[in-house]
């Protein structure tokens, strides 16, 4: 019954902008801490944000001042949003949710960063 439904993925062209987001169901969003994982083909799924229930953030050392993690609590949604793409980033893009020891995941958004 929980779900995490990833949407806004695509294609880009470097230095262009994408805005990620992740709609839960079946949870109590507001008390979860949230973030965003990437994976590329060949290489191990890593972390590009996070995002605490209280708000608290923290990014990846190759995304700082370029990627924005928010959440609605309104909205039950977390957001990612992407600017200064470059094609390393492409990967496709996982939602996660988290509360002790509950851990859910969305299926993924594929992201594209190509000219």
């Known amino acids: 019954q929980v779900q995490l439904v990833e949407s806004g993925g695509g294609l880009v062209q470097p230095g262009g902008s994408l805005r990620l987001s992740c709609a839960a169901s079946g949870l109590i969003f507001s008390i979860y801490d949230m973030g965003w994982y990437r994976q590329a083909p060949g290489k191990q799924r890593e972390l590009v944000a996070t995002?605490?229930?209280?708000?608290?953030?923290n990014y990846t050392d190759f995304v700082k001042g370029r990627f924005t993690i928010s959440r609605d609590n309104t909205k039950n949604t977390v957001y990612l949003q992407m600017n200064s793409l470059k094609p390393e980033d492409t990967a496709v893009y996982y939602c996660?949710?988290?509360?002790?020891?509950?851990?859910?995941w969305g299926q993924g958004t594929q992201v594209t960063v190509s000219s």
């Open positions: 995002i605490t229930s209280t708000a608290n953030t």
């Open positions: 996660n949710g988290r509360l002790q020891f509950w851990e859910f």
